[in-house]
């Protein structure tokens, strides 16, 4: 298949030569092509969104539920199609795949339902002949810039709450998951939402990326990636005053207490930073455990890693697969090298001899400080870091020893324990006796610190990302 913008209801071939895509999992597996933008391209979508707001922020929310609907089904109907692309074209694997794309389904659902749902509020006034509200309006054409990690699950989280609220959207998903955004809205077409709606334009950050930051008539850009770029896409919006939010990377904690249940900690621990090769911004990076039972914890879970074996995406068993790009390659090998040379190697997995990939092994490492980089930088790789605490005090203090703020967890029974470590972990979602990765899409989802620039996604936090208040006072003249 071959990339096409969607620009004003229709496909646009762009006229390149085109880049092609092999598979992750296998280097001599052709995937597709990759078209990239031009400047022009961005300027006939803002105009197309511009065009749309007009007719389809006045549609009733009952209307526009009804077109949610509609894409949920078509996701439905073709969700192996897209998952196997999915996992063809950035490598995660196939049943994680097939679970992303349920969750984008009933995201779309769970936001159509916001269509009938209050959106004000009634407020007593001074006088009585005045009726007071307040009443959620949509912003306009918004910009949603998406990572590559999770490409169909993060655009509809932020897609859907977008459209319900009467804004039009260009999406620039990245270049390394931009088959499945392509095919995704290839899907959509048969739903026939109105021209203009919702637009898509494939390119390079650094060169349509900076375009759309730089010179489009957004009202508000939602921007999922690196910390590095989400921190240089918010100081563009706030100069522009562009309304925006930037959720980005994540260094994430499991805290082992002494009480800890091994046979329920070590499969949820495993899977938190192993599965989809780490690739999660909720991944588990580093395992913070208390001294009691640490040798009995490190036992288990060297074996656990050691069985772990990464094989291509699509093996309907596949645990983990490779990693997504060159560039994932490239980066994540910089760490495993710098563990081979300055960290104590605890467990290393397999990788499936025939395999022809970015495969990397699983790794599992220990004896560094607390302030090396294979602890304090994110990795985004099969790599987690092992650090040994004296008490629950020091276990905490560990834990928040980070610029992140995303996610952390605790495994313990004591019910004290669990609720200071709900009260004191620096993240915006902390959990207890569960994966650090994992957040249900009706909950709040973002993170403190450098994870975010401190607003929420999904849930209802989402409906007032992409809405602004007007208070509204009516004076009965009769
Ligand atoms: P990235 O920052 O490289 O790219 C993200 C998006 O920004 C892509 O679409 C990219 O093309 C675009 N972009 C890059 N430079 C740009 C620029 N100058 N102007 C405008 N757009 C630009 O991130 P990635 O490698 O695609 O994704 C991995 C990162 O995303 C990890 O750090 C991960 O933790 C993070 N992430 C965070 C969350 C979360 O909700 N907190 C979820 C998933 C991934």
Request: hydrophobic share 40%.
């Amino acid at each position: 298949m071959e990339t096409k913008n969607w620009i004003g209801g229709e496909s646009v071939l762009i006229q390149d030569q085109g880049q092609i895509v092999y598979s992750p999992s296998n280097l001599s597996e052709e995937v597709g092509v990759i078209h990239y933008s031009e400047r022009s391209h961005v300027f006939q979508a803002e105009e197309a969104a511009k065009q749309a707001f007009r007719t389809w922020s006045k549609l009733t929310g009952v209307t526009r539920a009804s077109y949610l609907y509609q894409m949920a089904n078509v996701l439905e109907k073709n969700q192996t199609e897209l998952a196997t692309l999915a996992c063809r074209e950035m490598g995660k694997p196939i049943t994680e795949m097939m679970g992303e794309v349920t969750r984008a389904i009933h995201l779309l659902r769970y936001y159509a339902a916001e269509g009938v749902r209050s959106d004000g509020e009634l407020i007593p006034a001074s006088d009585v002949n005045v009726l007071q509200y307040s009443k959620r309006v949509p912003l306009g054409v918004v910009g949603v810039i998406t990572p590559w990690n999770f490409p169909v699950a993060i655009p509809i989280w932020k897609i859907a709450p977008a459209l319900i609220c009467g804004n039009t959207v260009i999406w620039k998903p990245a270049d390394n998951a931009a088959l499945t955004a392509s095919k995704m809205m290839e899907f959509f077409s048969e739903v026939n939402l109105p021209e203009g709606v919702l637009n898509l334009v494939i390119g390079k950050g650094s060169v349509i990326g900076v375009v759309l930051l730089e010179e489009v008539d957004f009202q508000a850009v939602s921007f999922t990636g690196s910390t590095s770029t989400g921190t240089h896409v918010a100081s563009i919006c706030a100069k522009r005053n562009i309304k925006y939010q930037t959720e980005m990377g994540g260094k994430n904690a499991a805290v082992v207490l002494n009480d800890a249940n091994l046979e329920i900690t070590i499969p949820i621990i495993l899977s938190g930073a192993y599965r989809s090769a780490g690739q999660k911004c909720t991944a588990t990076s580093r395992i913070i455990v208390e001294e009691g039972i640490y040798p009995r914890f490190v036992e288990r879970l060297r074996e656990a890693v050691s069985g772990l074996k990464a094989v291509h995406a699509l093996e309907p068993t596949a645990y983990l697969g490779p990693v997504a790009s060159k560039s994932q390659f490239e980066t994540v090998s910089h760490y495993v090298n710098l563990a081979h040379k300055e960290a104590e190697i605890i467990a290393e997995g397999t990788i499936k001899s025939d395999n022809d990939g970015y495969f990397i092994h699983p790794l599992l490492v220990t004896g560094v400080q607390t302030d090396h980089s294979l602890v304090q930088e994110e990795i985004f790789g099969p790599v987690s870091v092992l650090l040994q605490a004296a008490n629950f005090d020091e276990a905490i203090q560990l834990s928040n020893e980070t610029i992140y703020g995303l996610s952390a967890s605790v495994f313990t029974n004591d019910l004290s324990k669990a609720h200071r470590f709900l009260e004191e972990a620096q993240a915006g979602m902390v959990r207890v006796n569960q994966e650090t990765a994992g957040v249900e899409y009706q909950a709040p989802f973002g993170g403190m610190k450098h994870s975010s620039s401190h607003t929420r996604e999904q849930g209802q936090a989402a409906l007032s990302f992409y809405t602004t208040v007007k208070t509204c006072a009516i004076k009965h003249t009769f």
